[in-house]
């Protein structure tokens, strides 16, 4: 949502075959949502949700969204935000087109 979105870029390069628990996969679906990383990503989101909207400059709305991902890097293994990586070959697309498939980690923007 815009929340986050805003503090995050395009694909960092690395591929992923394997999210691990505290990452926030990025998309739409059962999966994805159900996804223990998002599940708590979610809650984090909602317990901040009135501060940020209670923000009155960007400034401020700026370190509510800085500590939900400081809390995000703080997760051990530190959590990363992935989407799914775009396809170059056939035999990714095939993988692309299931659950499985590589993931491409989304930098933040400085």
């Excluded at 694909?11 to 996804?35: F, V, W, Y």
């Excluded at 317990?47 to 960007?58: I, P, Q, R």
Aim: a positive charge; proline letters at 5%.
């Amino acid at each position: 949502g815009p929340l986050i979105g805003q503090f995050l870029s395009h694909p960092s390069g690395e591929r992923i075959l394997a999210p691990h628990t505290n990452d926030i996969l990025c998309g739409r679906g059962g999966s994805i949502n159900a996804h223990p990383g998002n599940r708590v990503f979610r809650s984090w989101i909602q317990d901040y949700k009135s501060t940020y909207n209670l923000a009155s400059t960007k400034a401020e709305k700026s370190r509510v969204v800085n500590i939900i991902l400081d809390k995000v890097r703080k997760l051990s293994p530190s959590g990363r935000f992935l989407q799914k990586a775009s396809t170059n070959s056939s035999a990714e697309l095939c993988m692309a087109n299931s659950d499985d498939g590589w993931w491409e980690e989304i930098d933040e923007v400085k």
